[in-house]
């Protein structure tokens, strides 16, 4: 059974980076043909994708959070990191880490997410 979850700071300021790592139980990071994301659900509003890293290493992000994001992991600890760098209030949200399948747009596991709060 794999298992997510993520940790980071629950408040960070504005302009500051946010950061959050998932830390993956039960199952390799570098498995292939996984992609291992960060989704995020502003309060209010539906699920937004921001990126992946895959088996490989290679990362994908989403095209409107492109320039804010990195997505790098540490396989030695199973973790995968995001950091969203210039956060304002709209970025504040529940941010989980999941995993889908190559070619599949379904996630078949998920952390049970964590609030961040961006605010002075």
């Known amino acids: 059974q794999v298992q997510l979850q993520e940790s980071g700071p629950g408040l960070v300021k504005p302009s500051q980076t946010l950061s959050l790592t998932c830390t993956v139980s039960?199952?390799?990071?570098?498995?292939?043909?996984?992609?291992w994301s960060w989704i995020r659900q502003p309060p209010g509003k539906g699920l937004e994708w921001i990126g992946y890293?895959?088996?490989?290493?290679?990362?994908y992000y989403s095209p409107s959070l492109k320039s804010r994001t990195s997505i790098s992991r540490d396989t030695s600890k199973n973790q995968f990191t995001l950091q969203l760098s210039s956060v304002t209030p709209e970025d504040t949200a529940v941010y989980y880490c999941a995993r889908n399948k190559v070619r599949s747009d379904e996630f078949d596991y998920w952390g049970q997410g964590t609030q961040v709060t961006v605010s002075s």
């Open positions: 890293i895959g088996w490989s290493g290679s990362t």
């Open positions: 039960g199952g390799s990071i570098t498995i292939n043909d996984y992609y």
